[in-house]
């Protein structure tokens, strides 16, 4: 999608595909920002820097307090960009944070931490969702309690039941429990593992 680097002031500079390029990246940060201001009119993203692209820029202009010229100049181009950006981080999904710190990882009893506590959120999670799953405290320890919630879940997904989380573990887990936060079964229906 577009970013934000500037074209050359100098546009004589520029071979007419850098040229076109250039046109259809502002065109589609317009057109995006048409859909947020309905005094932008939408164009399309075509590389021509016609009368509709103008009326477009020129509308833009007047909507963000920019000299009214019809032409993409420096500040204009920041501009674009600089709203694009912001309107984009504002629908973007939140960033997810990699919890797991490596394939060869394992938590086990006794281990205290975020990590622990991340896989006690989603046992408690997956165990108030299971009917025959008991529901783990949250305290941050890896404790035996929450080793017997997690060889309950190894043994319905083949692993082997050690009751520490390695990365097939964590995976499963993590599976489950977005299952679970969106459950495919009718309201009233309890499933049960085995």
């Given at each position: 999608m577009p970013g934000n680097s500037r074209p050359s002031t100098q546009s004589h500079l520029l071979s007419p595909e850098q040229h076109t390029a250039y046109v259809r990246e502002f065109q589609a940060a317009l057109r995006e920002l048409s859909?947020?201001?309905?005094?932008?009119?939408?164009?399309?993203?075509?590389?021509?820097?016609?009368?509709?692209?103008?009326?477009?820029?020129?509308?833009?202009?007047?909507?963000?307090?920019?000299?009214?010229?019809?032409?993409?100049?420096?500040?204009?181009?920041?501009?674009?960009?600089?709203?694009?950006?912001?309107?984009s981080s504002l629908q973007a999904p939140p960033s997810f944070v990699a919890h797991f710190p490596s394939p060869d990882t394992v938590v086990s009893l006794g281990d205290e931490g975020s990590l622990p506590c991340v896989i006690e959120v989603m046992l408690r999670a997956i165990g108030g969702y299971f009917g025959n799953m008991?529901?783990?405290?949250?305290?941050?320890?890896?404790?035996?309690?929450?080793?017997?919630?997690?060889?309950?879940?190894?043994?319905?997904?083949?692993?082997e039941e050690t009751g520490g989380v390695d990365a097939d573990t964590w995976e499963t887990l993590v599976i489950t429990y977005e299952h679970v936060n969106r459950p495919l079964y009718e309201p009233g229906q309890v499933p049960n593992l085995p």
């Open positions: 859909k947020y201001n309905l005094l932008i009119p939408r164009i399309a993203a075509d590389g021509i820097y016609g009368p509709e692209t103008a009326e477009a820029v020129a509308a833009f202009q007047s909507v963000y307090g920019l000299p009214v010229t019809g032409h993409v100049d420096p500040a204009t181009w920041d501009m674009i960009f600089y709203e694009y950006n912001r309107l008991q529901l783990v405290t949250i305290d941050c320890r890896f404790t035996e309690e929450d080793a017997q919630a997690v060889r309950k879940i190894q043994a319905v997904a083949g692993l």
